[in-house]
Each structure stands twice: as structure tokens, then as C-alpha cells.
């Protein structure tokens, strides 16, 4: 991946997350486009409009926010590890519905509150232009087929941890099966920079065949979810998960409000905010060193929906996104992990965009963002196709985990196609689905 290989430490103990934090006006933001909270949703399906969480069929609908309004009111979500509230607040006085509310999904909601510091995001820089690189086609769809097989990894049950430090990596076989194998268990997102991220969202399914957003950031506003990096050090020598500060380089001790900017090399992931009651195996959790949060990890069957608004400028290490099962990071991201391939198993991991060709200035195809998808039942590409970097011009990256056509679903959309609202209708996902774009059966 594009972040140096970090070691895993100790577990350590740091206070409950927050459920939501407010941050000021942001440093280097720039100027900000007052229509930021009229963003849309778009898809391929029966016409129609709806404002706010989605807009149903071909047409476009859109929500505003005036900056003063109030919507929705604080939810709760609880675990045996601790609770979080799932109020939203944002700069500017405004307040979006809450990630624990629980509307129905096919009608109008509230988009997030307006946040100037995202809107930002919706105007090329400086402004220019991004050009397809001339090998292979740049696509907006690729859906990966045939997910689910049964099959097994080799999941992590201890490793080396204080008083002694004894270097060890103990794993145990791990039967899975179902639509998404091995997709269905908790997943976390990850970022590494140079990179500019405006918004992101974790949806579940709320029945119908639509969705319910049940974690949200974006440069105002953090909802159900914390950034959190292996940047804790402690006694044997290596690196842990923990909080990160706002620019994502150093440990924090509690969450804070992450500014949505990675330097060259810098990666964050992005979790649950709920803490596990447990770090050792066969806890809720599993085995876990450093800050031990849940995941995500949709209904049963692995349904879920991952969005993310970001740019990919052009610097002297190569950036990337991808997804993970939380257990990978729980137990330090490298070295002893449940990571792996074909007969070796494999836990999984997505590569949704990723630019290759070596962590330089001049990487051999810097217009590419490439994409993989790892797992027991092996590896498979993007083949020829790839996803245009957004070095200039934003765009937004959806991934759709669907059980019922044993696929994972990545959707490449504009800055303003997707609204991030509080719900997405049955009709917008049946959309992105039905486009298949460019198909590879795994």
C-alpha cells in the first residue's frame, strides 16, 4: 500500500470517543461556494426529484441549508463498550439530522449543514483540468463479480505485546462463507495523501432497498465515526492504532476534528466511533492492540455503503484509498495480520483507487487510479480500466457492498452528484447497480 509499513504495539487505554465534534473556521480553506448545500444525487433509473438524501431515478434533486436552520435532533447509539451521541453540528449554526434517527429513506431529508470548508471542494484547482492517461480507459463503473465463495483466513488470536515483548504472530483457520465472504465482517476505510478529503459517509441498509447514513465527516462536522492512525508508540517498540490530530501526523489523545488534509505519505483510516468491550480473541472484537473501535460492517448479509469525496493532488508519493477489514488495523495494519491471498487465505482488502508506479514525483501512470480486490479466492484487477485521479477536479467514490448479486460495486461520480444526505432511496442504488460499467469476476 501507499503507507510505509508501521510495527504493532500495545494495547493502551484512552478516553471514550465522541460521538460528534465542532470545529471553527478552517485554516487554508479558501473562498467557498455558497451552493455547496444544494448538491445532488444522481442515477440512471426512473426520473424524478427528491431533495436531500438522494434524489430518486435520472433526475436530480437537491436540499438546501441556510446556515441558521435546525433539523432532526440528537440520536443515540449504544454498545456494551460504551455509548456515543449521534447529534450533528457544524459551523455556521446549522444542524443536520442525526446518524441514529430513523426517517424513512424514500422520502426527502435534510442533506448535511452547510460547511464552507467543503463547498471548497466543489471548484477545480487551481482551477485545471485532469486528462485520462493514453493506456487503458477510464471508466466510471467497475463491479467485481462472483464475491462470497466459502472459504477461510487465518485470523490473528495473539501477538507480541508487553510485559515480555516476545516477538510472536499466532493465527488460527477461519471458515467463512455467505454472499460477501469474507466482506460481511466490520471494514474500515483508509486514506493515505497526498490527498484532500472533503466528505465521507458509512450507509446501512433501512429496508426497501435503501439506506440509512449511520457515520458522516466532513471538514465541520464529525458523526458516529473517528480518525484514528497508527501513531501510538509504546514499549516494544513499534507503533498502535490511536486518535489522530487534526492533520493526521501525530497521536491524540481523544478525537478531534479532523481538517481533511493528508500530506505526501500521511494515512488516517476511518472507523466506528463505538468502542470494543474486548482486545483479547474471542471477545467482540478479537485479538486488538492500541485503541480498539468497531468497524463497519452493514446488516447481516455484509450489505453496506461507503462514500468518500476527495481529490488526489500530484506530489512525490503516490496516494491511495482502500478498504480493510478493522480487524487488519486492530491488530497494527502490518506485519501480524489476517492479510493474504489465494491459498496463503486472506481476511480481504479493496483497493478502490490507487496510483502506482512507485512513491516518486513522476510515477509511470499518474493520471491512473487503479483498483484490486484481495481475498482467499485471490486477486483481481481493474484489468485495462481504471478511474481518472481526481488531481484537479474532485470527485466522489462509492462502493457498494451487495449480497443479493454477490458484488462490490465502485462508482466513480462527480463533486456534486451525491449530496450525502441522511438516506439514499432504493432507486439510486438500483441505479448505480444496474450500470455495471466494466465487469471482473473473481
Known sequence: MAVPPRIRTLPFTLALPLGLVMCGTQAGTGASSAGDASATASSSGTAGTASGGGSSGSGSGSGTSSGAATTGSSGTSTSSGGSSSGSTSSSGGSTSSSSGSSGDATTADVPPADCPARAVGNTPVPPGKDTPDPTGTAVNAITYTNIGAAGSY????????????????????????????????????????????????AYDPSGGGSYQRVAYWDRCTTEGLAFVGNKAWYACNGFVQSYVTADGTKSSPTPVQFAGH?????????????????????????????????????????????????????????????????????????????????????????????????????????????????????????????????????????????????????????????????????????GWLSNMGTVRPI
Open 154 to 201: 487465518n485470523r490473528v488470536v495473539s501477538a507480541t505485546a508487553p510485559p515480555s515483548c516476545t516477538s510472536m504472530c499466532n493465527k488460527a483457520a477461519t471458515a467463512v462463507s455467505g454472499p460477501l465472504a469474507p466482506f460481511t465482517e466490520e471494514l474500515t476505510m483508509v486514506f493515505a495523501g497526498p490527498m484532500d478529503l472533503y466528505q465521507v459517509a
Open 262 to 430: 493528508l500530506n505526501d505519505g500521511e494515512g488516517v483510516n476511518v472507523m466506528s466511533n463505538v468502542l470494543c468491550t474486548g482486545t483479547t480473541d474471542g471477545t467482540d472484537c478479537g485479538w486488538s492492540a492500541g485503541l480498539a473501535l468497531h468497524g463497519f460492517a452493514g446488516d447481516g448479509a455484509g450489505n453496506k455503503i461507503f462514500a468518500a469525496k476527495f481529490r488526489m493532488p500530484i506530489g512525490c508519493v503516490t496516494p491511495a484509498y482502500w478498504i480493510l477489514p478493522a480487524q487488519v488495523v486492530r491488530t497494527g495494519q502490518y506485519g501480524c495480520n489476517c492479510r493474504g491471498q489465494g491459498g496463503q487465505g486472506g481476511c480481504g482488502e479493496l483497493d478502490v483507487a490507487e496510483v502506482l508506479g512507485g512513491a516518486t514525483c513522476t510515477p509511470s501512470h499518474p493520471e491512473q487510479a487503479t483498483t484490486t480486490i484481495y481475498s482467499f479466492q485471490g486477486v483481481t484487477n481493474g484489468g485495462t480500466s481504471y478511474f481518472q485521479r481526481p488531481v484537479y477536479v474532485t470527485a466522489t467514490f462509492v462502493v457498494i457492498f451487495d449480497a443479493a448479486t454477490n458484488t462490490i460495486a465502485e462508482r466513480r461520480l462527480g463533486a456534486t452528484d451525491f449530496d450525502f444526505g441522511s438516506a439514499i432511496p432504493a432507486s439510486v442504488v438500483e
